[in-house]
């Protein structure tokens, strides 16, 4: 079994900074991708930035520029340096992990999100 644990989620204003981390930790082979989702209240729960093992990244549109995904794979912990934040980017943030465990099986885990508050 795999845990993630998430953290540095808080209240902000319009224009501020956070920064999120993500620790993997249990049964863990190698971590193929690791990404960060948000679902805001009322909608759907969608991408907000990957990295893969070997450091590739994607970020969504409403995000380029602004935020930052960064990993530490010897610490298996990925990073989501959020900047210039906006209300709108008021939501619970999920982290989510491809892992190959010891046993050699691959399965996708989630957190249990951390909640981002940007007031205006």
């Known amino acids: 079994q795999v845990q993630l644990v998430e953290s540095g989620g808080g209240l902000v204003q319009a224009g501020g900074s956070l920064r999120l981390s993500c620790a993997a930790s249990?049964?863990?082979?190698?971590?193929?991708?690791m990404g960060w989702y948000r679902q805001a209240p009322g909608k759907q729960r969608d991408l907000v930035a990957g990295?893969?093992?070997?450091?590739?990244?994607n970020y969504a549109d409403s995000v380029k520029g602004r935020f930052t995904i960064s990993r530490d794979n010897a610490k298996n912990t990925v990073y989501l340096q959020m900047n210039s934040l906006k209300p709108e980017d008021t939501a619970v943030y999920y982290c989510?992990?491809?892992?190959?465990?010891?046993?050699?099986?691959?399965?996708?885990?989630w957190g249990l999100g951390t909640q981002v508050t940007v007031s205006s």
């Open positions: 989510n992990a491809d892992v190959f465990d010891r046993s050699v099986q691959r399965r996708e885990y």
């Open positions: 249990g049964s863990i082979f190698s971590i193929m991708s």
């Open positions: 990295i893969t093992i070997g450091g590739t990244t």
